[in-house]
């Protein structure tokens, strides 16, 4: 999956940090792009040698370290760039080789949208502060402190004797499919979430449910919860025209276009494909 990135070490342990050395790492977002240094026919994360020239790198964001290298967040555009730089969209990143650069860019996606969302206070609207002893915002105002949210969702695979259930969901491209998720409600257990989803969306009672593994998915900032249960074939299959526009049994070497393994969701695909699952 794409966070799994051994031999490289990926640390988002807080540390105090302001002064950016010159092999530190300097990730800058445009949108949804991240600033990259060309390296041939690849990409690299720039150091703070490479874009001192047209970055303000006095001053940025410890992110987290990869590799035992900071990670720096620069809020200021550089403007007009030169051809070793290009930004790329984050919708490439689950494609993206090296697989440490793909994850670094968008752990840091998602730690940049949390600042950008709590610049001002959600209690007193008074103009909000990092923290500088632990990754926490605080308004000087009324002290309210602000922590890193991670919404947590269930994927499940359900199975019926040799077939798995497929959805397609209204924002997939044309003919693609994928397994049953969605957030975790207030007050409910994961196992309780695993039975409405799939009630609510394709109309299934579903039993023997057994956890499975987790990711974090920060291109939605959640942890996604994966899950295995079964379900009777013979219930029909309604699928609630909102979310999911179609779903259905599918047997193994018949299986419709999905996810590749760099997901959750994608992996369980496949090991049911390989009977594993």
Same mark, same amino acid.
């Given at each position: 999956?794409?966070?799994?990135?051994?031999?490289?070490?990926?640390?988002?342990?807080?540390?105090?940090?302001?002064?950016?050395?010159?092999?530190?790492?300097?990730?800058?977002?445009?949108?949804?792009?991240?600033?990259?240094?060309?390296?041939?026919?690849?990409?690299?994360?720039?150091?703070?040698?490479?874009?001192?020239?047209?970055?303000?790198?006095?001053? +940025?964001?410890?992110?987290?370290?990869?590799?035992?290298?900071?990670?720096?967040?620069? $809020?200021?555009?550089?403007?007009?760039?030169?051809?070793?730089?290009?930004?790329?969209?984050?919708?490439?990143?689950?494609?993206?080789?090296?697989?440490?650069?793909? $994850?670094?860019?968008i752990v840091g996606y998602q730690l940049r949208n949390w600042y950008l969302k709590n610049r001002f206070c959600?209690?007193?609207?008074?103009?909000?502060?990092?923290?500088?002893?632990?990754?926490?915002?605080?308004?000087?105002?009324?002290?309210?402190?602000?922590?890193?949210?991670?919404?947590?969702a269930i994927i499940v695979a359900i199975r019926s004797n040799d077939k798995i259930l497929m959805a397609h969901?209204?924002?997939?491209?044309?003919? $693609?499919?994928?397994?049953v998720a969605g957030y975790v409600e207030i007050g409910e257990s994961l196992e309780e979430t695993v039975k409405?989803?799939?009630?609510?969306?394709?109309?299934?009672?579903?039993?023997?449910?057994?956890?499975?593994?987790?990711?974090? $998915?920060?291109?939605? +900032?959640?942890?996604?919860?994966?899950?295995?249960?079964?379900?009777?074939?013979?219930?029909?299959?309604?699928?609630?025209?909102?979310?999911?526009?179609?779903?259905?049994?599918?047997?193994?070497?018949?299986?419709?276009?999905?996810?590749?393994?760099?997901?959750?969701? +994608?992996?369980?695909?496949?090991?049911?494909?390989? +009977?594993?699952?």
């Open positions: 999956m794409i966070h799994e990135i051994l031999p490289h070490r990926f640390n988002n342990q807080f540390i105090i940090a302001t002064d950016i050395a010159e092999d530190d790492y300097i990730l800058h977002y445009r949108e949804n792009s991240l600033l990259l240094k060309t390296a041939g026919d690849g990409f690299e994360i720039p150091r703070k040698k490479d874009v001192s020239a047209i970055v303000n790198t006095k001053a +940025g964001t410890f992110l987290f370290s990869l590799d035992e290298v900071r990670c720096f967040l620069i $809020w200021e555009d550089p403007g007009t760039i030169d051809d070793r730089f290009a930004y790329t969209e984050m919708s490439f990143f689950r494609r993206l080789q090296p697989q440490e650069i793909a $994850w670094v860019g959600g209690k007193c609207g008074s103009k909000t502060i990092a923290k500088q002893d632990e990754r926490a915002i605080i308004c000087p105002s009324c002290n309210s402190i602000v922590f890193p949210v991670i919404p947590p969901n209204s924002n997939f491209k044309e003919n $693609w499919y994928s397994l409405r989803e799939v009630k609510e969306e394709v109309g299934l009672d579903v039993k023997n449910i057994r956890y499975y593994k987790s990711q974090p $998915w920060p291109f939605s +900032g959640s942890m996604m919860i994966g899950f295995v249960a079964e379900a009777d074939d013979t219930q029909p299959v309604c699928p609630d025209n909102i979310e999911i526009t179609d779903a259905n049994w599918f047997s193994r070497g018949n299986l419709p276009n999905h996810p590749i393994n760099d997901s959750l969701g +994608g992996e369980m695909i496949d090991l049911f494909e390989k +009977g594993e699952l």
